[in-house]
């Protein structure tokens, strides 16, 4: 079993559309948990970070934390045609630099 | 893309012969890393710098070797590639290497062996 895991979709939803992402994994010491977004042909790029559970807010994403079931979930409302990109979810214990990464879950949001 | 290029951006090789791709930033951050990407298997580290002259392995480090002589350059050297390295490759950089720092990604270099 793989530390994270992460459906790799693809996922595809009309514009407006509220999504959810998620991942779920088994180190309960992780204490870190990163939302990264990747557009096609480009570098990931932070989009959100959290250290504890419960949500944090950013204009139209919500980055949520449940540690009792090791669950993390990114939502965007109102989801735009530029959102259409890989998203990946990343995590770390706090003890080490290495980041664990999911596999990252592709969406396609349709004008 | 944070100050970081990489170069080349595209690479076709054949198996056996050594290749080197070279990671420039203008950042001045502490850690650099390298990634690789592909389908089903996500990214994976492949070995990071925490300082000039200093390195460590990552999870994927078999068949290559890193050198950073200089704080804004990480060079990922493959001594003799083979079909199996063919993948896209990232650099990343941070300031501090800690739990929260922003890791920071290069454009990707798409490497083909042939």
């Known amino acids: 079993q793989k530390e994270v895991e992460q459906d790799p979709g693809p996922l595809s939803v009309p514009e407006g559309a509220i999504v959810s992402l998620n991942c779920t994994y088994s180190n309960s010491a992780f204490q870190y948990f990163m939302w990264y977004r990747q557009y096609s042909r480009k570098g990931p790029e932070l989009l959100m970070y959290t250290y504890s559970s419960g949500n944090k807010e950013d204009g139209r994403f919500t980055a949520q934390v449940d540690k009792s079931s090791k669950y993390i979930s990114l939502f965007i409302r109102d989801s735009q045609p530029s959102d259409s990109a890989t998203y990946l979810c990343?995590?770390?214990?706090?003890?080490?630099?290495?980041?664990?990464w999911g596999l990252g879950t592709s969406l396609a949001v349709n004008p | 893309d944070a100050g970081i290029t990489q170069s080349p951006r595209h690479k076709v090789t054949e198996t056996g012969t050594p290749v080197t791709l070279r990671c420039h930033q203008t950042e001045n951050h502490r850690y650099m890393y390298w990634y690789r990407q592909d389908p089903g298997h996500g990214l994976r580290l492949i070995h990071y710098?925490?300082?000039?002259?200093?390195?460590d392995k990552g999870e994927v480090s078999d068949g290559y070797s890193v050198s950073r002589s200089k704080t804004e350059d990480f060079l990922l050297t493959l001594e003799s590639a083979t079909s199996s390295q063919t993948s896209v490759y990232f650099c990343a950089i941070s300031e501090s290497g800690g739990a929260t720092d922003t890791q920071y990604f290069g454009p990707g270099t798409r490497l083909t062996v042939l």
């Open positions: 710098s925490y300082g000039v002259k200093d390195t």
């Open positions: 990343a995590m770390n214990p706090g003890n080490n630099r290495k980041l664990i």
